[in-house]
C-alpha cells in the first residue's frame, strides 16, 4: 500500500525556476529518500535525510523533513530541461537485521520543466 | 562498474501462462528486492532478499507470486498463471548491506498480460 502521498500530482514550470514537490507519510521512520524515474523505467536515487535530521543539500538539492507533521519536500533550484522527470519520497522503517527493509514509495510528482 | 540488470526488458504473454523475471544484482551486494510499478497501485514493494534467504514476502500479491535467489546472486521472480492486473514494470534494486544506504534500481521488465 502506499504510505508517502506526493503533491502536487504534475508541476510545470519554466526552466531556471526554482520546483517544490512535497510528501507525506503516515508511520514512523528511519529515514526518507527521494529518487527520479525517467520514461516510466529505472529509479535513481537522489538524496537520503535520516530521522534525526531537519535539512539536507546536495548540489541544486536540498531536502526538508518535518518528522512532528510527517513532511518532507525537495526542492530543486535553477532546474534545466533535463530535471523533466517523476520524482517519488519513500520511507524506510528502521531496521532490526533480518526483519522489514522494503521502500514504500509515494504517488510521485511528474515534474515538466519548460524550455 | 555494472549497474543493476533485468531480463527481458519487455515481456508480453498470454493470461494464464507463467512467466520468470531475472535479476542480476550489483556485484557484492546482499541484499536484493523486488518492487512492482502500475498505473493503478504505484510503486509496491513486493520481496527483498538477504544473501540467498527472504527475511520479507509480504508485498507478494498472491502465491502466485514467487522468487528465490541462488548463489546470493541472480533472482527470478516467477508469476504463475498470470492475470491481466498482473500488467505493470516489475523493477529489481540491490544494495550492499540490508538496511544501510541507497537502493540501486535496474531498468526493470515491463510485463504486459494479453
Known amino acids: 500500500s502506499q504510505q508517502g502521498e506526493e503533491d502536487p500530482q504534475a508541476l510545470s514550470i519554466q526552466e531556471g525556476e526554482n520546483a517544490t514537490m512535497n510528501c507525506s507519510y503516515k508511520t514512523s521512520i528511519n529515514n526518507l529518500q527521494w529518487y527520479r524515474q525517467n520514461s516510466g523505467r529505472g529509479l535513481v536515487h537522489l538524496i537520503l535525510i535520516r530521522s534525526n535530521e531537519r535539512e539536507k543539500h546536495s548540489g541544486r538539492l536540498r531536502v526538508t523533513l518535518d518528522t512532528s507533521k510527517k513532511s518532507s519536500s525537495l526542492l530543486i533550484t535553477a532546474s534545466r530541461a533535463a530535471d523533466t522527470a517523476s520524482y517519488f519520497c519513500?520511507?524506510?522503517?528502521?531496521?532490526?537485521?533480518?526483519?522489514?527493509?522494503?521502500?514504500?514509495f509515494g504517488k510521485g510528482t511528474h515534474l515538466i520543466i519548460q524550455p | 562498474g555494472a549497474g543493476v540488470s533485468q531480463s527481458p526488458s519487455n515481456k508480453v504473454t498470454e493470461k494464464g501462462k507463467d512467466v520468470e523475471l531475472r535479476c542480476d544484482p550489483i556485484?557484492?551486494?546482499?541484499?536484493l528486492y523486488w518492487y512492482r510499478q502500475s498505473l493503478g497501485q504505484g510503486l509496491e514493494f513486493l520481496i527483498y532478499?538477504?544473501?540467498?534467504?527472504?527475511?520479507?514476502k509480504s508485498g507478494l500479491p498472491s502465491d502466485r507470486f514467487s522468487a528465490e535467489r541462488t548463489g546470493g546472486s541472480v533472482s527470478t521472480l516467477t508469476i504463475q498463471r498470470t492475470q491481466q492486473e498482473d500488467s505493470a514494470v516489475y523493477l529489481c534494486?540491490?544494495?550492499?548491506?540490508?538496511?544501510?544506504?541507497?537502493?540501486?534500481f535496474g531498468p526493470g521488465t515491463r510485463l504486459t498480460v494479453t
Open positions: 556485484s557484492g551486494h546482499t541484499a
Open positions: 519513500a520511507t524506510a522503517k528502521g531496521y532490526s537485521g533480518g526483519g522489514a527493509d522494503g521502500l514504500t
Open positions: 534494486a540491490s544494495r550492499q548491506v540490508a538496511g544501510r544506504g541507497e537502493q540501486y
Open positions: 532478499f538477504q544473501g540467498n534467504s527472504a527475511p520479507d
